[in-house]
């Protein structure tokens, strides 16, 4: 069986010379660039649309130096010095998403948070940076050729942690987290054979996933197809979503000026939901400038994968940056009515420490594939 490999290139090119002390520090001075602007723009917009809370953008600020910190140091690791970890990372991933199940944070509805006394956090946002990294681990290991029973286990080893992920109950998540697997299953040159057979048994399993879906996740995609089957729920909150973008125009109704955002008709509009605060306030203008600093994240991420000189750190770089990229499509087609309500938030500019902290661990983990030039 002929394996397909994307990312398969010849890696004899020269290393040109001329780098900076600074830019040997940051790896990628564009790159650390761009993030700053994306997670300060994030802080400006969560200060609007969190009802001009201080105290949510302080404690949003220190997630993001630590964030910063933690990617810093792992940005100056070799990949060959944590390569063996991440793969063995997976098992620590499983553990983490049965224990929230059966020791669940006290004040919430469902089993999704971990409480650490000091910090709480979701372990489906660490899955989605573990599992990758780790099965893209697995299919680079050493010494080894990817095997027909590879394209088996990987599959399954990424459907468990949805299972598990799905029981929370959060079956947004569950799929995504399922995607962020197979996405570097994908790279690594799954056949074109096996992923017929793979969409033949998800077309089979479709009327059971659907009979174990809660009442509350049916009525979610129900409301896709029509949101006047539940109007003042799911149905409510894209309709309000819908009139803050529309009503922005092209230059927006000014910072902090926003109707929908200030009189908190946008729900969850501080996480989710902050792309429609964005639109209102901003207009047109300010949502094609933040995709356009993410447009440029993304071509940095592969710039860094498409010239990494191993087979581990193209497919851990291309990975992650699909994973970001999905990530900025859902959450963007989600508040625009595209698709589902699903718990997604914005990439760097939601609030949430978790998500935070694991988005800029990926590009540590990306900017350590970087070398330095000589």
């Known amino acids: 069986m002929s394996n397909r490999n994307p990312l398969d290139y010849s890696l004899n090119r020269p290393i040109s010379s001329g780098s900076s002390p600074i830019g040997y520090i940051l ?8 993030l700053v602007c994306v997670l300060s723009f994030g802080l400006i917009m969560l200060y609007s649309s969190s009802g001009q809370s201080s105290s949510m953008v302080i404690r949003q600020t ?13 940005s100056h690791l070799k990949p060959d010095s944590y390569k063996n970890i991440l793969m063995h990372s997976y098992w620590l991933g499983i553990l983490l998403l049965i224990y929230v199940l059966f020791n669940p944070a006290e004040g919430y509805s469902t089993s999704r948070w971990i409480n650490l006394g000091f910090f709480q956090f979701q372990p489906s946002e660490v899955i989605r940076l573990i599992l990758p990294l780790s099965l893209a681990a697995y299919l680079c290991r050493k010494d080894s050729t990817v095997k027909v029973r590879d394209w088996f286990l990987t599959p399954l080893a990424a459907l468990l ?11 947004g998540t569950s799929i995504i987290v399922l995607t962020s697997g197979l996405i570097p299953i994908y790279l690594a040159g799954l056949p074109l054979k096996i992923i017929t057979a793979y969409f033949g048994l998800l077309a089979i399993s479709l009327p059971f996933v659907w009979a174990s879906l809660l009442d509350y996740q049916k009525q979610r995609v129900m ?8 109007p003042l729920a799911d149905g409510w909150n894209i309709a309000q ?7 922005g125009g092209i230059f927006g109704k000014g910072y902090l000026e926003g109707t929908q955002s200030q009189l908190n008709f946008i729900p969850e509009s501080h996480s989710d939901f902050i792309f429609s605060v964005i639109g209102e306030e901003l207009g047109l203008i300010g949502i094609l400038v933040l995709l356009s600093l993410y447009g440029f994240i993304i071509w940095r991420i592969f710039k860094i994968g498409f ?10 770089c291309c990975s992650l940056g699909f994973i970001f990229l999905l990530f900025i499509l859902i959450n963007v087609s ?3 009515g595209i698709i589902p309500v699903v718990g997604v938030p914005l990439p760097l500019i939601s609030q949430g420490g978790t998500s935070i902290v694991v988005h800029l ?6 900017l350590s594939a970087k070398r330095p030039r000589l």
């Not at 790896?27 to 761009?34: C, H």
């Not at 409301?223 to 089957?229: A, E, G, I, K, Q």
């Not at 979503?241 to 009503?247: C, D, M, N, Q």
């Open 27 to 34: 790896k990628d001075i564009p790159l650390y660039l761009g």
């Open 161 to 171: 942690c949805s299972y598990l992920v799905f029981r929370q109950p959060d079956l």
């Open 62 to 74: 220190g997630y993001v130096f630590f964030g910063l910190a933690l990617m810093s140091f792992v």
């Open 334 to 336: 989600m508040v625009i």
């Open 361 to 366: 661990l990926a590009f540590g983990v990306i």
């Open 241 to 247: 979503s819908k009139t803050a973008i529309g009503s």
């Open 223 to 230: 409301t896709y197809f029509d949101s006047n089957v539940d």
């Open 307 to 316: 010239s990494a000189q191993s087979s581990f750190e193209r497919l851990a």
